[in-house]
C-alpha cells in the first residue's frame, strides 16, 4: 500500500478490473428518477437506466456527491496516515469540485488534494492513470499535480451522439430539431473544451460513416499522440468499440488501447450507442 491514495469519482468511466488493480478510490454521483435515488455504478446499471427511460419517457436528475460522502470516503485512508489525490469531474459540469474541496477543509491541511480534471470520462480517467503510475513510481502528491496540470490541456475527448433523442429529453435541442436530426440522420459530435461540453459539428448519414469519421478525426493527431493509452468509451456500443479499438491498434503505436464503457451518469446525458475516442497529446 502506497503513502498515496488515488481517487476519482464514478464518472471516470475506468474499467472495474483497473479501479481493484490500481487500487483507485471511487466517489459515485447520484442518478435520481422521481423519488427513487441511485448511486451510479452502485444501485443502477446503464442497462437498467435506459428501461427507466423508456417506461417513463424522462430523463433522470444526476447530482453531486455531498461533502459528506467525500468525508466518509476520505478518512478511512486517512486514518491509515495516507494522503489523498482526488481527480474531480469538470468543475464547469457539476458541483462536485466544489463540495470536494469543502470536504478536503475538514481533515489536516495537504492530507486531501483535489485536482479539478476539466474533463469527463475517460478524459478524466486518463489523467487518473497517469497520476497511477507517477504514485507507483515514488512521486509526492505535488510532483503528480504538476504533471497533471500539464498533462490536462492535452487531453482529447470527441464523442458521436447516436440520437438527438436524449438530447431533446435533456432540453439541449428542440423537438423540431429532433424531428429534423432523425429523418436526416444527423449525429452531433461533442468535444470537451475548457471543462465544457461544446458541440464541435454534425455528421448526416449513416453510422458507419460518423465512426469513420471519428476515427479519422483521431488518427490526424497521429503525430501529436501520447503513445501510453487511448481509451474507445461507449454506452452499449460494444461491437463497434471493438471494431475501433482494432483499427486504433493497426493504425497507432500506442501501448494499450482499451475500451470501457459509460456509466450510469454520462449515459443519461448523451443516450445509448454513443461512442467516443479519447487520449493525450504528447507534452512539450
Given at each position: 500500500m502506497g503513502s498515496i491514495k488515488i481517487f476519482a469519482d464514478s464518472t471516470c468511466d475506468l474499467p472495474a478490473e483497473w479501479i481493484a488493480q490500481y487500487d483507485i478510490g471511487i466517489v459515485p454521483l447520484y442518478v435520481t428518477f422521481s423519488e427513487q435515488t441511485y448511486k451510479d455504478g452502485i444501485d443502477l446499471t446503464v442497462p437498467e437506466l435506459y428501461r427507466k427511460v423508456d417506461e417513463t419517457g424522462k430523463l433522470p436528475k444526476t447530482a453531486a456527491p455531498s461533502?459528506?460522502?467525500?468525508?466518509?470516503?476520505f478518512r478511512p485512508h486517512i486514518e491509515e496516515g495516507r494522503r489523498i489525490l482526488y481527480i474531480s469531474l469538470s468543475s464547469e459540469l457539476s458541483?462536485?469540485?466544489?463540495?470536494?474541496?469543502?470536504?478536503?477543509?475538514?481533515?489536516?491541511?495537504?492530507?486531501?488534494?483535489?485536482?479539478?480534471?476539466?474533463n469527463l470520462s475517460t478524459g478524466i480517467g486518463l489523467q487518473v492513470m497517469k497520476a497511477v503510475n507517477a504514485a507507483a513510481e515514488g512521486k509526492s502528491v505535488e510532483e503528480i499535480v504538476a504533471l497533471l496540470t500539464a498533462v490536462r490541456p492535452q487531453v482529447e475527448t470527441e464523442f458521436v451522439i447516436d440520437s438527438l433523442d436524449y438530447l431533446y429529453k435533456g432540453g439541449r435541442c428542440s423537438g423540431m430539431q429532433n424531428i429534423v436530426g432523425s429523418l436526416l440522420k444527423i449525429r452531433p459530435v461533442i468535444k470537451v473544451e475548457n471543462g465544457k461540453m461544446t458541440p464541435a459539428y454534425k455528421i448526416r448519414g449513416s453510422r458507419d460513416k460518423a465512426l469513420d469519421q471519428l476515427l479519422n478525426n483521431a488518427l490526424s493527431h497521429l503525430s501529436?499522440?501520447?503513445?501510453?493509452?487511448?481509451?474507445?468509451?461507449?454506452?452499449?456500443?460494444?461491437?463497434?468499440?471493438?471494431?475501433?479499438?482494432?483499427?486504433?491498434?493497426?493504425?497507432t503505436n500506442a501501448r494499450q488501447v482499451a475500451v470501457s464503457n459509460a456509466g450510469c451518469v454520462i449515459s443519461s446525458h448523451c443516450g445509448a450507442k454513443t461512442i467516443g475516442i479519447l487520449y493525450t497529446k504528447k507534452l512539450a
Amino acid at each position: 500500500m502506497g503513502s498515496i491514495k488515488i481517487f476519482a469519482d464514478s464518472t471516470c468511466d475506468l474499467p472495474a478490473e483497473w479501479i481493484a488493480q490500481y487500487d483507485i478510490g471511487i466517489v459515485p454521483l447520484y442518478v435520481t428518477f422521481s423519488e427513487q435515488t441511485y448511486k451510479d455504478g452502485i444501485d443502477l446499471t446503464v442497462p437498467e437506466l435506459y428501461r427507466k427511460v423508456d417506461e417513463t419517457g424522462k430523463l433522470p436528475k444526476t447530482a453531486a456527491p455531498s461533502p459528506a460522502d467525500f468525508i466518509e470516503a476520505f478518512r478511512p485512508h486517512i486514518e491509515e496516515g495516507r494522503r489523498i489525490l482526488y481527480i474531480s469531474l469538470s468543475s464547469e459540469l457539476s458541483s462536485t469540485y466544489q463540495n470536494a474541496l469543502i470536504a478536503a477543509d475538514e481533515f489536516a491541511e495537504g492530507m486531501v488534494t483535489v485536482f479539478d480534471s476539466l474533463n469527463l470520462s475517460t478524459g478524466i480517467g486518463l489523467q487518473v492513470m497517469k497520476a497511477v503510475n507517477a504514485a507507483a513510481e515514488g512521486k509526492s502528491v505535488e510532483e503528480i499535480v504538476a504533471l497533471l496540470t500539464a498533462v490536462r490541456p492535452q487531453v482529447e475527448t470527441e464523442f458521436v451522439i447516436d440520437s438527438l433523442d436524449y438530447l431533446y429529453k435533456g432540453g439541449r435541442c428542440s423537438g423540431m430539431q429532433n424531428i429534423v436530426g432523425s429523418l436526416l440522420k444527423i449525429r452531433p459530435v461533442i468535444k470537451v473544451e475548457n471543462g465544457k461540453m461544446t458541440p464541435a459539428y454534425k455528421i448526416r448519414g449513416s453510422r458507419d460513416k460518423a465512426l469513420d469519421q471519428l476515427l479519422n478525426n483521431a488518427l490526424s493527431h497521429l503525430s501529436e499522440m501520447d503513445d501510453d493509452l487511448i481509451f474507445v468509451t461507449h454506452s452499449l456500443a460494444d461491437e463497434d468499440a471493438k471494431v475501433l479499438k482494432e483499427a486504433l491498434e493497426a493504425k497507432t503505436n500506442a501501448r494499450q488501447v482499451a475500451v470501457s464503457n459509460a456509466g450510469c451518469v454520462i449515459s443519461s446525458h448523451c443516450g445509448a450507442k454513443t461512442i467516443g475516442i479519447l487520449y493525450t497529446k504528447k507534452l512539450a
